[in-house]
Antibody, heavy 120, light 107 residues
């Protein structure tokens, strides 16, 4: 079955960087886009970024554009989210989620999330 | 960006009764709307996509309707496992956006 396992979360100071990873299995990795979605404690969901199935396109939320970079490694079936210049407001549970198609469509599978805390 | 407004923020309903949740978009998103259910401590799960198509394994008591800017999620006869937070999301334009969520609680 589809599995998405996030890792790399932790506590980091404002202005520092962190790299999240998402290990995918149970499906043909090259056929599906992958999203990152985050949820601040006690808050709603916020879409963060997507990368197309073939890596050809990436889109970002305005709140992270220019600071976060999404990438994928087809040899390892992983997607990464490089987060630079972190802010306190980036504190959240970060979910890796699979698109139902190339990247444009609905999210139909979710990982369990990895927690990022930005604090001095 | 497209703003999704969900109402009410909290809905109190008795088991066995019907629940109606609303999601309104700031501009037309055609039928490119999904509904997710999220229980405490869990990741969201897809309920409805294309505004009205149930995802695999979703019971028939869940139904979605609407197009353009106004959407509704209806749960016809609430079961104990249905009390959760419900999120709507548009996938018509970038950036993708979610509503703020509706918490469905037991009355």
């Amino acid at each position: 079955q589809v599995q998405l396992v996030e890792s790399g979360g932790g506590v980091v100071q404002p202005g520092k960087s962190l790299r999240l990873s998402c290990a995918a299995s149970g499906f043909t990795f090259s056929s599906f886009g992958i999203h990152w979605v985050r949820q601040a404690p006690g808050k709603g969901l916020e879409w963060v970024a997507v990368i197309w199935n073939d890596g050809s396109k990436q889109y970002y939320a305005d709140s992270v554009k220019g600071r976060f970079t999404i990438s994928r490694d087809k040899s390892k079936n992983t997607v990464s989210l490089q987060m630079d210049s972190l802010r306190v407001e980036d504190t959240a549970l970060y979910y890796c989620a699979r698109d139902s198609g190339s990247g444009w469509y609905v999210i139909n599978h979710w990982g369990q999330g990895t927690l990022v805390t930005v604090s001095s | 960006e497209i703003v999704l407004t969900q109402s009410p923020a909290t809905l109190s309903v008795s088991p066995g009764e019907r629940a109606t949740l609303s999601c309104r978009a700031s501009q037309s998103i055609r039928s490119n709307l999904a509904w997710y259910q999220q229980k405490p401590g869990q990741a969201p799960g897809l309920l409805i996509y294309g505004a009205s198509t149930r995802a695999t394994g979703i019971p028939a008591r869940f139904s979605g309707s609407g197009s353009g800017t106004n959407f509704t999620l209806t749960i016809s006869s609430l079961q104990s496992e249905d009390f959760a937070v419900y999120h709507c999301q548009q996938y018509d334009d970038w950036p993708r956006t979610f509503g703020q969520g509706t918490k469905l609680e037991i009355k």
